[in-house]
């Protein structure tokens, strides 16, 4: 009689098994390994020598690739921890990024850049004054980056106020510097208002156009440097809805 229950016994066993496993070996053995899904963890910084061997070209290049990685959602895994102990005894970053103050506009993750890779000033309205001009200067005469990067944004708020003419405390001051951009922008077909998005990206773009003329004229340090070829100094507009950019000349 035992005899006769054993195989009964041994189906049950099985169901039961396959039941509390939820997967049978076979299907268990068709999914993928997580490990094959993980990025390495990068931990370097930027070295002096490295530094020394880009070009600007080369840097704008990286930064054009940084930025599809950053739209597909594929950026490079760092470890900051590192990164922040490794590049404490000195920086070489290889350019400096003049942006908006904007919370949307995540300037490193934008180019998919680590600690130590660039420099960032930040003002509304990505316009320049003494202080970022000579933090530029710093960045580049001294510190040896070799290209400088103006971006305007999507939807900029201090454009906006430019347009409007907002009067309130500092503000005024500040987006005083900002309004060539609006006169320059005089030429658009269209509503000229800040509720028009086409017009706001416009006076976004000739925004940025007008800081880097600016940069140009102020600095005549980074005027020769440019003429030497030993930077560059390039002007882009940055999407928020997708994260692409676009490149002005």
Do not use: W
Not at 29 to 45: R, Y
Not at 49 to 74: C, H, M, V, W, Y
Not at 161 to 166: E, L, S, T
Not at 230 to 245: P, Q, R, S
Request: hydrophobic share 35%.
């Amino acid at each position: 009689m035992k005899n006769q229950f054993k195989p009964l016994v041994m189906l049950c066993t099985a169901v039961l098994l396959v039941s509390c496993n939820g997967k049978t070996n076979s299907e268990k053995s068709s999914l993928p390994s997580p490990q094959n899904d993980v990025k390495p963890v990068v931990s370097h910084v930027m070295t002096k020598e490295e530094q020394t061997r880009l070009t600007p070209d080369a840097i704008l290049q990286e930064f054009i690739e940084g930025n599809k990685r950053f739209q597909k959602g594929s950026t490079t895994v760092r470890d900051h921890s590192k990164q922040a102990r490794k590049s404490a005894p000195g920086q070489f970053p290889k350019a400096v990024v003049l942006s908006c103050v904007d919370s949307r506009v995540p300037v490193e993750d934008v180019f998919d850049q680590g600690l130590g890779d660039i420099f960032v000033g930040r003002v509304a309205g990505n316009f320049v004054n003494e202080d970022l001009l000579g933090s530029m200067e710093f960045a580049c005469k001294v510190s040896g980056a070799k290209l400088v990067l103006v971006m305007g944004h999507q939807h900029c708020g201090a454009i906006k106020g430019a347009i409007d003419d907002v009067k309130l405390g500092n503000i005024t001051a500040m987006l005083s510097k900002i309004k060539p951009a609006v006169a320059m922008s005089q030429d658009f077909k269209g509503e000229k208002l800040s509720k028009n998005d086409s017009f706001v990206k416009y006076v976004s773009e000739n925004n940025v156009l007008y800081t880097i003329d600016q940069i140009r004229k102020k600095s005549p340090i980074l005027r020769e440097m440019e003429e030497k070829g030993e930077i560059k100094i390039v002007g882009v507009f940055y999407n928020l809805t997708d994260g692409t950019l676009e490149f002005l000349k």
